[in-house]
């Protein structure tokens, strides 16, 4: 073990670690990186194997309970209405996850001025977007300019990617109705982009890419942090961010191999994803922090939010062949993102269409689980063919990503019983879905079922009101008052200005999108930030 | 890759007894009965050869399955009675029989798929415009901006 003192220490190293690393690794500064999972070997991934989706619901499920492998830790979920995942290994969840890059909207930055809500963020979207621009092109982003959704100007670096046919016949569907729809928006690159290759559209990008073209951080982003001088610790599980007698972190103790062992550096960053955040700071715990690091405000933890998504599904006589990559999204639609109070609820929610064939498995859960009478129809016996055949390259889903607020109830705790393979406590998650993220999911799926209806399905049905859907947010708040956030506008935690958190924990609200996009702008930001303030920036000496 | 490139290989090792085959046999075909052009469970080699596969790299649905295979009765009473009242079970076995079942590449074949396993199809060069042909995006851009600005002040 190297005892020489980082100037910055990341802990986790997925999206953000990834993007954070990058970023001051190239600056100059000595980095060093703890990861408690491993590399991924392409050639391990399952998408190419003949029995992939059974193996995605197994040893690479996205729910860590069910993969079970040592470098996962526990979540109980005993409290919680919504299922849990992430990925553990280098690229953290990026790994796994579908490449959808959706930025937030300007009004998702300013819920409690515009919707009477929740909070305000202390960043707009105008002071991001420099950041999303930078991590599109690091990320190799593929996608329209031009969407009358955003503010002029977003015009990701690659052309789109084919919207294929299922794209199309929804697209022409929505014309129909005179609804937003836009090509879709990934970290999948159109053309080979720096580290990564043009995608070949195997459309398993859930089981991960074995291109090496989606823009999982392991791929895009480590090889430069590593080519800089970055040094990247894996399997290496901190078990607690230490203080110096200034109340200052200086480092970081940590398991490998389950061998103690500690990190000295000037600088903490936390990017352990929305639910390893929290426990990490929790588990920080010491006198001056009873209540865990950096936890003065009490919110370590708390607000947590994830987005219960909606499905619905159509069937089509057209053959959409649909097994056509990207798994990440054809098109997606904006039409009912911002509040109208006369539905009832504030907020909305962005949709897109994941092409579905890739999984042909999923069609039990979306049959049997199906409403409006489906699930009461015959599926197995001599309807399970016909129901494939009708469905495999015949089906379209839509999947509704709801905003979610932020309610204190929702939180993650320490699970003291079930502990992980170094002996340190789980997490327990506490989630009741919201009032009004339920009543948004389900006024927009039965929009959508208008949709499948214009886009010509024979028949359509809504599959699903509560998908899990990965995204783990909220749980050490940004804001500017240290009584009521954890961090300030850069991901400093008001109680230790040496220690940022620069994961999702830091959102104030959900955003009604697929959350990646503006987790790595902030993390971008935050390294910008520690740059340029390098001089001014407390650290730790001892 | 093309589909010669695929290569499927034997799982490990025999995994279930012949008995334990039979028996499966027996109840797959009453969960996948063949129809529409594919075959049944059984025709399809789900428990002589494909189940196989399934099992070596889960063993929760391994556990599953044989948990299943013990139990003796009428096929069609055993899983009415487990889809009643232990539907987690009958969820699982039922997954590993499909699982199975969808790995064949005949079934496959005769889903559509182009190939025994996912595929490259890399797209043309202008294959991105021609989706997007007849003007379909020009209308949505017409209807103009649909965001809601930052607040200013
Ligand atoms: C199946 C799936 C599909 C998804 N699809 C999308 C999508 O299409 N679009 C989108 O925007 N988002 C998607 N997501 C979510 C997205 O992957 C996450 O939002 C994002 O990766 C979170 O970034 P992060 O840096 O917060 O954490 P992660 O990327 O999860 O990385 C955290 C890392 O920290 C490590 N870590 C945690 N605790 C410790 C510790 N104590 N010591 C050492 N290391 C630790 C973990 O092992 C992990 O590698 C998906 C996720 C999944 C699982
Ligand atoms: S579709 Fe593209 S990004 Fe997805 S797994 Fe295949 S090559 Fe990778």
């Not at chain 1, 070949?200 to 951080?217: F, L």
């Not at chain 2, 889809?83 to 199975?100: C, L």
């Amino acid at each position: 073990m190297s005892t020489d003192v980082a100037d910055v220490l990341i802990i986790g190293a997925g999206a953000s670690g990834g993007v954070a690393a990058k970023h001051l690794a190239e600056a100059g500064f000595s980095v060093v990186v703890l990861e408690q999972g491993d590399w991924v070997n392409q050639s391990d991934l399952p998408g190419l194997r003949p029995e992939y989706e059974v193996l995605g619901g197994g040893p690479w499920h996205p729910n860590p309970n069910v993969r079970q492998r040592p470098e996962d830790y526990p979540i109980n979920l005993d409290d919680s209405a919504a299922v849990i995942g992430m990925f553990n290994g280098v690229g953290g969840s990026t790994v796994l996850y579908a490449s959808c890059w959706c930025r937030a909207k300007p009004s998702d930055f300013r819920v409690r001025t515009l919707d009477g809500v929740a909070d305000d963020w202390p960043v707009s979207y105008e002071e991001l977007e420099p950041f999303y621009r930078q991590v599109e092109y690091d990320l190799g982003i593929s996608g329209q300019a031009g969407n009358p959704a955003y503010p002029p100007g977003y015009a990701p670096p690659l052309p789109s990617l084919p919207i294929n046919m299922a794209g199309r016949v929804m697209a022409q569907g929505m014309n129909k109705l005179g609804w937003h729809w836009w090509p879709g928006y990934n970290s999948i690159p159109s053309q080979d982009h720096l580290h990564q290759k043009k995608c070949e559209r195997y459309g398993v990008c859930m089981y991960g890419c074995p291109q090496g073209a989606k823009g999982s951080t392991d791929v895009a982003l480590f090889p430069d942090a590593l080519a800089h001088g970055a040094r990247l610790e894996t399997r290496a599980r901190v078990a607690r961010i230490s203080l110096d007698e200034n109340g200052l972190a200086n480092g970081a103790v940590y398991f490998q191999d389950g061998v103690e062992k500690f990190q000295p550096a000037k600088l903490v960053l936390v990017g352990a994803n929305g639910i390893g955040t929290p426990r990490l700071l929790l588990m920080s715990e010491s006198a001056g922090h009873p209540d865990g690091l950096a936890n003065s405000s009490g919110l370590v933890g708390k607000r947590f939010m994830t987005h219960p998504f909606g499905t619905s599904v159509g069937l089509y006589e057209e053959d959409l062949e649909d097994w056509v990559g990207p798994t990440g999204e054809a098109i997606e639609s904006m039409q009912f993102y911002e509040t109208d109070p006369s539905r009832g609820f504030v907020r909305g929610s962005k949709w897109h269409i994941i092409p579905s064939a890739g999984r042909p498995l999923g069609m039990i859960n979306r049959f049997t689980m199906g409403e409006g009478g489906v699930a009461d129809e015959p599926f197995w016996g001599e309807a399970f063919t016909e129901r494939m055949k009708a469905s495999v390259g015949h089906l379209i889903e839509w999947m509704i990503m709801p905003d979610d607020l932020p309610e204190e109830h929702n939180r993650i705790t320490l699970d003291h019983e079930k502990t992980d393979s170094d002996g340190l406590p789980g997490a327990k998650v506490a989630y009741v879905t919201g009032e009004n993220t339920r009543k948004l999911v389900d006024w927009n799926l039965q929009r959508s079922l208008e949709a499948h209806e214009a886009a010509g399905a024979t028949k359509a049905w809504i599959t699903n009101r509560n998908n899990p859907s990965w995204h783990n947010m909220g749980t050490a708040r940004m804001g500017d008052d240290p009584e009521t956030s954890v961090v300030n506008r850069w991901g400093q935690a008001h109680d230790v200005p040496n220690l940022y958190v620069i994961d999702g924990s830091q959102f104030v609200t959900a955003t009604g999108v697929n959350p990646t996009a503006t987790i790595c702008a902030l993390a971008k930001r935050t390294a910008a930030y520690l740059v340029e303030n390098r001089r001014e920036q407390k650290v730790s000496t001892a | 890759m093309s589909i010669t490139d695929v290569t499927i290989q034997p799982a490990s090792a025999p995994v279930l007894s012949e008995e334990q085959r039979a028996r499966l046999a027996v109840l797959a075909d009453l969960l996948i009965s063949g129809g529409a052009g594919l075959p049944s469970a059984s025709g399809a080699e789900v428990p002589t050869q494909w189940i196989d596969r399934v099992l070596a790299v889960r063993a929760d649905l391994d556990a599953t399955v044989r948990a299943v295979l013990e139990l003796e009765g009428d096929p069609g009473e055993v899983l009415a009675g487990l889809r009643a009242d232990s539907p987690e079970v009958f969820g699982a076995f039922a997954m590993a029989v499909a699982g199975a079942y969808l790995i064949n590449p005949r079934v496959r074949r005769g889903l559509g798929y182009p190939g025994p396993a996912p595929m490259k199809n890399p797209a043309l060069p202008d294959e991105a415009e021609a989706y997007l042909e007849g003007g379909i995006l020009d209308v949505v851009v017409a209807r103009g901006p649909i965001y809601r600005p930052t607040p200013q002040g």
